[in-house]
C-alpha cells in the first residue's frame, strides 16, 4: 500500500517537486524556529569572563536598562560563566511574573544567598518548604493586623518615639538615617519578639547596623564575583564581615527565641515566634506533624522578615524626607492637605482615601527611589519558552524592576519627580499597572501591605510636625538624589533639619 501511494504522489515531477519544498521547509523549521534553538540575544562576550568588563556593576540596574533599548525586552548577559536573562518593561516583566508565575518564580540560590539561610526561611528558600513558611507568615501577619488595627496601633506608637527624637535636634540638621532605621526596626521586633527596643538599647543598634552593612557587602563587586567563584570566598574580606554579621545575627534571634520559649504560654501567643510554637505544638498534638516548623525555619523566617522589612522600608522614607525637602512646593501641598483633612490629631491609615495628593506622593516616591532596583534575583524553575526565546531551567533571572518604574512608555515622565503620575484631572488618586516596587507574582513581597501602611503613617506623622528643609548653607539644587548602591538604592547620607511648624 505504502509502495503505491508513493508511486501515486511521484507520478508527476510537479509532485516530487512540491514534495521536496514540503520537506525543505520542515527541516528549516525545526530548527530555525525551534524554540530549543533561540537564546536571547545580548552583548558578544569572551570565554568565561563574559561581559564581565562590559558591564558597569557599579550601577548595573542602569546599565542593564541601558543595553535593554539595544537588545529589547528579553536579553542575555555573562557574569563570568554565568548566563543570566534580564526582563525589561513593563509589559514584559508582568507577563513572566504573572502569566508565567510558576516558571519564573524560583528564588536564585546563588553561594552568598545559601550563606544567609542554608535553603530555610521564606527570602532564600523554594518548593514545599518555602510555600508553607511564606504561607504561614503572611496568615500569621495578617493575624497579628498587618494592614489592619494591631500593627496600625504598633507603628503609632512607635511615631511618637521617632518625632521625640527628631525634637532632640531642635531644628538643627542632622542625619535622619539611624532614627528611621531603629523605628522601622522596632515595628517588626513588636511583631516579631513582642517588644520594641529603646533608641539606644545596643542590641536594637547592633541588629540594625548588621543589616544594613550586609546588604550594602551583598551588593559589593567582591561579593557578586565571589558568587561565580566560590572558592575565593574566604580570601575576601567582605565575604568574611557577612559570615561574622550572619553568625552574630543568629545569636541575636536564637537568644529571642530561647527566652520566649521558656514563657511560652498555650492562652497568650505574644508575637510571631509564638505563633509559630504554638503552631508547631499544635501540629504534633494532632499527629500531623509537619516537618517543616523546625527550629531552622522558625530562626531564619524571623531573621528574613528582620532584614527584608527593616531596610527597605526605612530606605523609602528616607527618600520620601529627602524628595519633601528637594520639591518644596509638593511638601506645601501635603502639608496643606493634612492640616485641611486631618487637623492636628494622630493621622489613621483610614485617612488615606481622603488624602489623594499625600498618596499620590508617597506612589511617586516609591517609583523614583526603585529601591530594589531588580528585585531578588529568580531562576526558571524548568525550562521555559518565552517571547519566542528559550531559556535553560536553572538560568538565573533578573526582573528589571527599574526598567518598569521608569518604562518610558508606561510613565509620563519618567526621570522627573511628579506626584501627577498618580492622579487624575480632577486630583484623584489614580492607580497605575507600572507601579511595581514591591514586584509581581508568587516572589512579590509578603510585606507590602505593612509596609505601605508604615510609609504612610511615619510620613504623615512626621509632616504634621516638621518640615523638612536642607542644612543651613545648602540649597535645595545641592541635594543629592544620586543614589548609594548597595543590594538596595539609598539616598546618600544628607543632613536635614527637622523644623517644628507649630
Ligand atoms: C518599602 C518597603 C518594601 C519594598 C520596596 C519591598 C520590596 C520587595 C521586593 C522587590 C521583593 C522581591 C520580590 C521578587 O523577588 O520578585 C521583596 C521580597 C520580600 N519582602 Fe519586601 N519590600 C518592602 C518591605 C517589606 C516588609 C515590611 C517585609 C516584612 C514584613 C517584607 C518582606 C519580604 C519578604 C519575606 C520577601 C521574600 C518573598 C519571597 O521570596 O517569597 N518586605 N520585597
Ligand atoms: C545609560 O545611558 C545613559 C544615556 O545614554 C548614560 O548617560 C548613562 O551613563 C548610562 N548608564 C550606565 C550605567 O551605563
Ligand atoms: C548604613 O551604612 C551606610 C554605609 O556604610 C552608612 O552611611 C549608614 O549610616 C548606615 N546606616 C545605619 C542605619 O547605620
Redesign the pocket.
Known amino acids: 500500500i505504502t509502495f503505491l501511494f508513493c508511486r501515486l504522489v511521484f507520478q508527476s515531477s510537479t509532485s516530487v517537486w512540491l514534495f521536496s519544498v514540503f520537506i525543505v521547509l520542515l527541516v528549516l523549521n525545526l530548527f530555525h524556529s525551534s524554540p530549543k534553538e533561540r537564546e536571547p540575544p545580548g552583548p558578544r562576550g569572551l570565554p568565561l569572563i563574559g561581559n564581565l568588563f562590559q558591564v558597569d556593576l557599579k550601577r548595573l540596574d542602569q546599565n542593564l536598562f541601558n543595553l535593554s533599548k539595544e537588545y529589547g525586552p528579553v536579553f542575555q548577559v555573562s557574569f563570568g560563566p554565568k548566563k543570566v536573562v534580564v526582563l525589561a518593561g513593563y509589559r514584559t516583566v508582568k507577563q513572566a511574573?504573572v502569566n508565567h508565575a510558576e516558571e519564573f518564580g524560583s528564588?536564585e540560590i546563588n553561594p552568598i544567598f545559601h550563606i544567609f539561610n542554608q535553603g530555610h526561611?521564606?527570602?532564600?528558600?523554594n518548593g514545599d518548604s518555602?510555600k508553607e513558611m511564606?504561607r504561614f507568615?503572611l496568615t500569621t501577619?495578617k493575624d497579628f493586623g498587618?494592614g489592619r488595627k494591631m500593627s496600625e496601633e504598633i507603628i503609632i506608637e512607635e511615631c511618637r518615639y521617632l518625632i521625640q527624637e527628631f525634637e532632640l535636634f531642635k531644628g538643627t540638621a542632622f542625619k535622619n538615617t539611624q532614627a528611621i532605621s531603629y523605628a522601622?526596626s522596632n515595628?517588626?521586633s513588636a511583631?516579631m519578639f513582642g517588644k520594641r527596643f529603646d533608641y539606644k538599647d545596643p542590641v536594637l543598634q547592633a541588629m540594625v547596623e548588621r543589616d544594613n552593612e550586609t546588604i550594602h557587602l551583598t551588593g559589593s563587586a567582591s561579593i557578586q564575583i565571589y558568587n561565580f567563584i566560590p572558592w575565593l570566598g574566604p580570601f575576601l574580606k567582605n565575604w568574611r564581615d557577612i559570615v561574622k554579621n550572619v553568625e552574630d545575627g543568629k545569636a541575636d534571634v536564637r537568644k529571642k527565641i530561647a527566652e520566649l520559649k521558656e514563657t511560652l504560654d498555650p492562652e497568650l501567643c505574644r508575637c510571631f515566634i509564638d505563633a509559630f510554637l504554638l503552631h508547631r505544638e499544635h501540629l504534633e498534638d494532632s499527629d500531623t506533624s509537619s516537618s517543616y516548623y523546625h527550629d531552622e525555619n522558625l530562626l531564619y523566617?524571623v531573621a528574613?522578615?528582620?532584614a527584608?522589612?527593616?531596610d527597605?522600608?526605612a530606605?523609602?522614607?528616607k527618600w520620601c524626607l529627602l524628595y519633601m525637602a528637594k520639591f518644596p512646593q509638593v511638601q506645601d501641598r501635603v502639608q496643606e492637605e493634612l492640616s485641611r483633612v486631618v487637623g492636628n490629631r494622630q493621622v489613621q491609615t483610614e485617612d488615606r482615601k481622603n488624602l489623594p495628593y499625600t498618596d499620590a506622593v508617597i506612589h511617586e516616591s516609591?517609583r523614583m527611589?526603585n529601591?530594589?532596583p531588580i528585585?531578588?534575583?529568580?531562576t526558571a524553575s524548568k525550562d521555559v519558552s518565552f517571547q519566542g526565546y528559550f531559556i535553560k531551567k536553572g538560568t538565573t533571572v533578573f526582573?528589571l524592576?527599574t526598567s518598569v518604574l521608569y518604562d518610558e512608555s508606561e510613565w509620563e515622565s519618567p526621570h522627573s519627580f511628579n506626584p501627577s503620575h498618580f492622579l487624575d484631572e480632577e486630583g484623584k488618586f489614580v492607580r497605575r499597572d507600572a507601579f511595581?516596587?514591591?514586584?509581581?507574582?508568587?516572589?512579590?513581597?509578603?510585606?507590602?501591605s505593612?509596609?505601605?501602611m508604615?510609609?504612610f503613617l511615619f510620613l504623615t506623622s512626621l509632616l504634621q510636625h516638621f518640615r523638612f528643609t536642607p542644612s543651613p548653607g545648602v540649597s535645595v539644587d545641592d541635594l543629592d538624589l544620586e543614589p548609594l548602591v548597595g543590594f538596595?538604592l539609598a539616598p546618600k547620607p544628607q543632613k536635614l533639619c527637622a523644623v517644628l511648624r507649630l
Open positions: 511574573l528564588r526561611g521564606i527570602l532564600f528558600s518555602w511564606r507568615a501577619l498587618m522601622v515595628v517588626i511583631l523566617s528574613n522578615l528582620f527584608a522589612g527593616t527597605t522600608t530606605t523609602t522614607l516609591h527611589a529601591i530594589a528585585a531578588i534575583p529568580h526582573p524592576l511595581m516596587p514591591f514586584s509581581a507574582g508568587r516572589r512579590a513581597c509578603l510585606g507590602e505593612l509596609a505601605r508604615e510609609i538596595t
